[in-house]
C-alpha cells in the first residue's frame, strides 16, 4: 500500500482511540471526584498532568475547575487532543484514504465527527451533565471498531489500523493509571480504605475493565489492580495485551518471524513486548507506578516513531522546492496533521 | 450558465414554432408557460411521462418535502460533500439534491447517445490530427491560427500517438434544451470533467428515499460506470503491459472534487494518489509504497495539464509529478485525459465542431451547436459590438462560467468594459444567443415549482465508445435563475432515461 496511505490509516485508529480514552479519563475523573469533595482541583488538574496537556490548559483557563478542565478535553478546538480536535484529525485522515476503508468504516467514521460536532455547539448544555455524551462516546468509538471488524479484509491497512489503536491504547491505559497514582500516592495511609476501594473500582470501570477483573481477581487489592491494567494476557485493553497484539500486527505486515528482528520498529516493540510478558507487579511497585508509567510512555513514543521512519517517511526523491501560489488547491501531508499531536510529554 | 427570457434567436433553427402557435391561440398566460419548456409538462399542462407524473403527483408535496430532508440527512451522514477548505465546516457543502427525477424519454435519448458518439469520435480524431499532420489546418477548413494561438494548445504533445487514437477517456458535454424544445450542445468538457460520482449517489439516494416511485418504472441502469471506467482505462494501457495497474491521480483533499476522485477509486479499487506519491524514474512512473516502490501503467489524473508535471508545464506546481511527460512521451505510462485536449473545447473550436464532424467523418452533426459568433471573424465581431445587450459573451479559453457577460441583464458599464475587451483581443472571445433552458418541478419549501436545468451526459471512450444514460441534471435553485453551478446555488437531479 502506499506510505502516505499507511500513515493516514495509523493515525486515523489511533485519533479514533486518543478520543474514547479523553472520555474514559473524564468519565474516571468524575468518579473519583465525588469521594473527594474539597479536592476537585487537585484532582482536575492531575487529569491535565496525566494527559501532558497543563501547559496548553493554562493558555487559556485560570483555574482547573471541572467545567474548565472537561470543556478543555472535549470541545476546544485549541487543544489538538480534545475529542473534537481528535475527531476532526481522524476524519481528515478517512477522508484522505477514503477510497481505503469500506463506506460503512466512513460513514461511522464520519457520523462520530458530526455527533461531536453538534455536541460542540452546545457545550454549556452537555457540560451540565457530560454522562450521557462520554456513554456516546464510547459507543460510537465500538460502532467504528465494530464496522472494521465486520467490514475490512484483514490487509495491511488492517494492520496500520490495529497497530494505531493498541499502541494508542496501551498509552492510556497507562496514563489512566498515571491519574489514580497521582491523587492516592502521596497519602498511602488510604490503601484498603473504603473510599480507595471505590477509587479503584471507578477506575476499573472506566477501562471498562471491572467485570473482567472481578473474575479474574475476585477482590479489589491496588496491586492486582495494576497487575490487571498492565501485565494481563488476555484483557484487550490491558498496556501487556495491546503491545503484544501490535508486536504480531507489525510482523504480520513486515513478514518476519517472532524471533530477530529487521527493522528498528520490531526492534523496539519486540523488548517492550517480551519485558512485558516476562514482567511481575512487585517489580512495577517497587520501582514506583509513576516512574514506570512514564518510562512506558517514552518508549511507546519511540516506537511511534521508529514505525514512522521505517513505514511511512521513505525519502522521496529530489523534491523541488516549495514554490508559488497555485490555482489548484495543495495537498497537505496528513503527516504534517498528525505528528502535531504525536507526542504528548510526561512532565 | 445562461439567464434571461428567451429573445429573438437571429441563428437558431426553426425558432419558437410551438410557441407561436401557443400564443395565438391561448392568449398570453399560455406564451408565458410557453416560453420554457418544461420536462414533465407540454405546453398543454398535459404529462410527457403519464406513468411517472401519475406516481409523483399521488405523492403529497409534504411527504416529498419530508423525503426531501431525509435525502439531506443521509447526504450528510455519507460525507457527499463538494467543496472543501480545510478544517473550517463552514466550507464543506452537503452536495444539493432534490428529489423529484429529471425524465428523459427513451427514443430522444438514442438520439442524444448517437449524437454524443459521433461528435467525441470526431474529436479524437480531430486532436490525433492536429497533433500530428494538421490535415485539417493545411485544407483550411480551421485557420491554423486559432489552433496556434489557443492557450489550451500544448506543443508539447505535438507528435505523440496515445494509445488506441484516444485523447479523451472521459467527457463531460454539457447540453441544454432551448424553449423550441431542441437539444443543443452547450460545451465539449475534455480535460477533467467532473460530476459523474454524484450522478450514482443520486441515483443511490432516490433508491432509497423514493423507492415507491422505482416501482413499475423501467429506467436504464447506470450502476455499472466505475466498471466500465475501470475497463476504458485498461484497455488503453500501454500496448506492452500485460496486466496494467491504474491508479487515480488527485491534487488532494483540498479540491473541490476531492469526493469525486476519492469514491471512482474506491467503487473501481483502485489507488488514489497525490503527486508525492509517485515518482520518476527512467522514465518509468512508480508508486511509493510500504514495500518499495511499484510500477504504474495507468494514471486517471484529475489534474489539469498546467500542473501535472513541473518539469514540462508551470514550474511552481507541487501537485504534478515531474518527469510525468518524459514517462508518457516514451509510452510508459496512459494519461487519462491526455494532455492537450482543451484545445478541442476551446470555445472557438467549438463554432467548427460541426465542420469537424463532416471533415473526418463525413457525416452531418446529430446534435446542433448552439450558433456562436467568433469575435475574430471581423464580421461576427461587428454584429457582437452592436448586439451585446441580447447576447452572452464567453472567454474562450476559461470553463466553469468564470469571465461571462449576460447582455440583457448586464450594467451598461458592464457592457463597455466588455466591448472594450473584445475589440482588443476579439480572439479571446465568442458570442451566442440567450437561451431558454428547460424546466422540472423542484422542491421548494413545501410546494414543487418550475426551475431551470441543464445536463451533463458523460462518455467513454476505450476500446468503444460508451455513454453512460442520462448525466447530471444541475438545476438552478433560485426563481428565474439559469446558473445552475453548485458553487453558486445550484442543485442536482437524478436523470432517468426511461426504457420502453
Known amino acids: ?347 | 450558465m445562461y439567464c434571461g427570457k428567451a429573445l429573438e434567436l437571429p441563428r437558431l433553427s426553426a425558432a419558437p414554432a410551438i410557441y407561436a402557435r401557443m400564443s395565438n391561440s391561448q392568449g398570453k398566460v399560455v406564451q408565458k408557460i410557453a416560453a420554457t419548456f418544461d420536462e414533465l409538462r407540454d405546453y398543454y399542462g398535459y404529462p410527457r411521462h403519464p406513468a411517472l407524473s401519475e406516481c409523483l403527483s399521488t405523492m403529497d408535496p409534504k411527504l416529498l418535502a419530508e423525503r426531501q430532508r431525509y435525502a439531506e440527512q443521509e447526504l450528510l451522514e455519507m460525507g457527499i460533500t463538494f467543496a472543501v477548505y480545510g478544517h473550517d465546516d463552514g466550507t464543506e457543502k452537503i452536495w444539493p439534491f432534490d428529489v423529484v427525477p429529471r425524465p428523459v424519454p427513451w427514443i430522444e435519448w438514442q438520439h442524444v447517445e448517437a449524437g454524443l458518439k459521433q461528435r467525441i469520435k470526431a474529436l479524437n480524431l480531430f486532436l490525433d490530427d492536429i497533433y500530428s499532420e494538421g490535415r485539417i489546418l493545411k485544407e483550411g477548413l480551421i485557420p491554423a491560427e486559432l489552433i496556434r494561438t489557443a492557450k489550451t494548445f500544448r506543443p508539447e504533445c505535438m507528435g505523440i500517438k496515445p494509445p488506441g487514437g484516444v485523447w479523451t477517456h472521459v467527457t463531460g458535454t454539457d447540453l441544454v434544451r432551448h424553449s423550441d424544445g431542441t437539444i443543443y450542445v452547450l460545451e465539449d468538457n475534455l480535460r477533467c470533467p467532473s460530476g459523474v460520482s454524484y450522478v450514482l449517489e443520486n441515483r443511490e439516494i432516490m433508491k432509497r428515499v423514493l423507492p415507491e416511485v422505482f416501482y413499475g418504472s423501467a429506467i436504464a441502469s447506470i450502476e455499472d460506470y466505475p466498471e466500465r471506467l475501470l475497463e476504458t482505462l485498461l484497455k488503453t494501457a500501454p500496448p506492452h503491459v500485460t496486466s496494467p495497474t491504474a491508479v487515480v491521480l488527485t491534487p488532494g483533499i483540498y479540491n473541490s472534487a476531492y469526493f469525486e476522485h476519492s469514491f471512482l477509486a474506491q467503487q473501481m479499487g483502485i489507488e488514489l494518489v497525490t503527486g508525492p506519491d509517485l515518482f520518476v524514474d527512467n522514465d518509468v512512473v512508480w508508486m511509493k509504497t510500504t514495500r518499495g516502490p511499484r510500477r504504474v501503467d495507468v494514471i486517471y489524473r484529475r489534474i489539469d495539464d498546467d500542473f501535472i508535471d513541473p518539469e514540462c508545464f508551470r514550474k511552481d506546481s507541487m501537485l504534478g509529478v515531474p518527469g510525468l511527460m518524459r514517462a508518457y512521451r516514451k509510452g510508459n505510462v496512459t494519461l487519462a485525459n491526455a494532455p492537450g485536449t482543451g484545445v478541442a473545447d476551446d470555445k472557438a473550436v467549438y463554432a467548427y465542431v460541426p465542420k469537424i464532424i463532416r471533415f473526418y467523418l463525413d457525416e452531418e452533426a446529430i446534435l446542433p451547436n448552439v450558433p456562436t459568433y467568433l469575435c475574430s471573424n471581423p464580421s461576427d465581431c461587428k454584429y457582437v459590438l452592436e448586439h451585446l445587450h441580447e447576447l452572452v459573451v464567453k472567454p474562450t479559453n476559461e470553463s466553469g462560467g468564470y469571465g461571462i457577460l449576460m447582455g440583457p441583464t448586464a450594467s451598461e458599464a458592464d457592457r463597455k468594459k466588455c466591448a472594450e475587451a473584445i475589440a482588443q483581443d476579439p480572439r479571446n472571445y465568442i458570442a451566442q444567443p440567450m437561451l431558454t433552458l428547460s424546466t422540472v418541478p423542484t422542491i421548494v419549501g413545501t410546494s414543487l415549482e418550475p426551475r431551470h436545468v441543464d445536463l451533463r451526459p458523460f462518455i467513454l471512450y476505450g476500446e468503444e465508445l460508451f455513454v453512460l444514460p442520462g448525466g447530471l441534471t444541475r438545476v438552478a435553485l433560485k426563481e428565474g435563475s439559469m446558473i445552475v453551478n453548485s458553487s453558486q446555488g445550484g442543485g442536482s437531479k437524478d436523470t432517468w432515461v426511461l426504457l420502453q
Open chain 1, 1 to 347: 500500500m502506499l506510505c502516505r496511505v499507511a500513515n493516514s490509516v495509523f493515525w486515523m485508529s489511533r485519533y479514533l482511540e486518543r478520543a474514547e480514552n479523553a472520555a474514559r479519563f473524564i468519565d474516571v475523573t468524575s468518579a473519583i471526584a465525588l469521594g473527594y469533595r474539597g479536592l476537585e482541583e487537585t484532582l482536575w488538574s492531575s487529569l491535565l498532568h496525566a494527559g501532558g496537556d497543563v501547559e496548553t490548559f493554562h493558555k487559556s483557563y485560570p483555574v482547573a475547575s471541572r467545567e474548565n478542565v472537561t470543556r478543555f478535553l472535549l470541545f476546544d478546538r485549541a487543544n489538538p487532543n480534545s475529542v473534537l480536535s481528535c475527531l476532526g484529525s481522524a476524519r481528515e485522515n478517512a477522508r484522505s484514504i477514503r477510497e481505503n476503508l469500506t463506506t460503512p468504516m466512513w460513514e461511522a467514521v464520519n457520523r462520530f465527527y458530526l455527533r461531536v460536532r453538534s455536541a460542540a455547539a452546545e457545550a454549556d448544555q452537555v457540560l451540565g451533565q457530560p454522562h450521557p455524551f462520554l456513554e456516546r462516546i464510547k459507543r460510537s468509538a465500538h460502532q467504528v471498531q465494530g464496522v472494521t471488524l465486520a467490514t475490512w479484509s484483514r490487509g495491511e491497512a488492517w494492520q496500520f489500523y490495529s497497530m494505531g489503536s493498541l499502541l494508542e491504547r496501551a498509552d492510556k491505559t497507562s496514563r489512566i493509571l498515571d491519574v489514580k497514582y497521582f491523587i492516592l500516592l502521596p497519602d498511602a495511609s488510604h490503601i484498603g480504605t473504603a473510599v480507595d476501594v471505590v477509587q479503584w473500582a471507578a477506575l476499573l470501570e472506566s477501562t471498562s475493565a471491572l467485570q473482567m477483573y472481578r473474575r479474574a481477581s475476585g477482590r479489589i487489592e491496588p496491586g492486582r489492580v495494576v497487575e490487571f491494567l498492565v501485565l494481563n494476557a488476555k484483557f484487550p485493553r490491558s498496556v501487556r495485551f495491546c503491545v503484544s497484539q501490535a508486536d504480531i500486527s507489525l510482523r504480520a505486515i513486515t513478514g518476519s518471524p517472532a524471533q530477530g528482528f529487521s527493522n528498528r520498529a520490531e526492534q523496539l516493540l519486540g523488548q517492550l513486548s517480551s519485558q512485558l510478558s516476562y514482567a511481575q507487579v512487585s517489580d512495577i511497585i517497587d520501582g514506583g507506578l509513576h516512574e514506570f508509567v512514564d518510562n512506558l510512555q517514552m518508549r511507546l513514543n519511540g516506537i511511534g516513531d521508529a514505525i514512522g521512519e521505517t513505514f511511512f517517511r521513505i525519502a522521496p526523491v529530489d523534491r523541488q522546492p516549495a514554490a508559488a501560489s497555485q490555482s489548484q488547491s495543495l495537498t497537505k501531508t496528513p503527516a504534517v496533521v498528525s505528528t502535531v499531536a504525536a507526542k504528548t510529554s510526561v512532565p
